[in-house]
């Protein structure tokens, strides 16, 4: 499958992805509700076909409409969390899920949520260093240390349960986390932003991700 994976990766500027349903991007941050968020525009640049779910405003996909699931990054898990912390039915897209699932961000918080993790606070702001720990195909193509852009103020304090840690960034802090059995992922950094000054590694994540997409999608047709 690694193989795959990387001659995909060359065929990429050439070739639209071809998925037979679209990814489901779930968007979590409400300042986007007029605008086009980055994650947004990183899928229409690779021409992705994906279908855009405000999560804010109660928009969520139907089982079985999707290749796979995008949790966007944001600052608000209310529409997966009550105000005493149980969670809603909402979570079950994560957890009954058979397709591949990227949490950026609050995203990948929200999936350490779920699993038992909790939040601490921990702000990492711009570019880091995050290792490699465990070989996976979201790696595919990058050094064992490679450049991410980091935006958020809270981290997991523990991997969660069921879960094993792929990579950790310069603090310790946890970056990459991928569950067991099923292609659950969850990434701290944001591989859909940068500023010019570094090669954004995280990007290449990203393409890995909707590869492997491409390839659960093949699988099942």
């Known amino acids: 499958m690694k193989v795959f994976l990387v001659v995909s990766l060359l065929l990429l500027s050439i070739s ?15 300042d986007y509700l007029n605008t ?10 690779l021409k992705v076909d994906y279908k855009l779910y405000r999560t804010f ?3 969520f996909p139907e ?11 944001g600052s608000d898990m209310s529409a997966f969390f009550n105000n005493d912390g149980s969670a809603k039915e909402t979570v079950k897209l994560i957890t009954e899920s058979n397709v591949p699932v990227l949490g950026i961000c609050m995203g990948h918080q929200l999936i350490g949520k779920i699993y038992g993790a909790s939040l601490i606070y921990l702000e ?11 070989d996976n ?27 094993e840690l792929l990579a950790i960034g310069e603090s310790g802090s946890i ?3 991928k569950h067991r059995e099923k292609p659950i992922y969850g990434v701290q950094f944001h591989p859909e932003k940068g500023d010019n000054k ?20 093949s699988k099942s047709y």
């Not at 089982?63 to 966007?72: A, E, F, R, T, V």
């Not at 570094?198 to 999608?217: A, R, S």
């Open 198 to 217: 570094k090669f954004n590694h995280g990007f290449m994540v990203l393409l890995n991700f909707i590869t492997l997409v491409e390839y659960y999608d």
């Open 63 to 73: 089982k079985g409409s999707y290749s796979g699931i995008i949790l966007s990054g």
């Open 124 to 134: 990492e702001r711009g570019w880091i260093e995050v290792k490699e720990l465990k």
């Open 16 to 30: 639209i992805f071809a998925l037979n349903k679209p990814i489901a991007l779930l968007l979590n941050d409400g």
């Open 137 to 163: 195909v979201l790696f595919t193509g990058l050094p064992e240390v490679f450049n991410v852009w980091e935006n958020h103020m809270y981290t997991l304090n523990k991997v969660p349960e069921d879960f």
């Open 36 to 45: 086009t968020s980055l994650i947004e525009k990183a899928l229409k640049d």
């Open 175 to 177: 970056q990459v986390i």
């Open 57 to 59: 405003l109660g928009e």
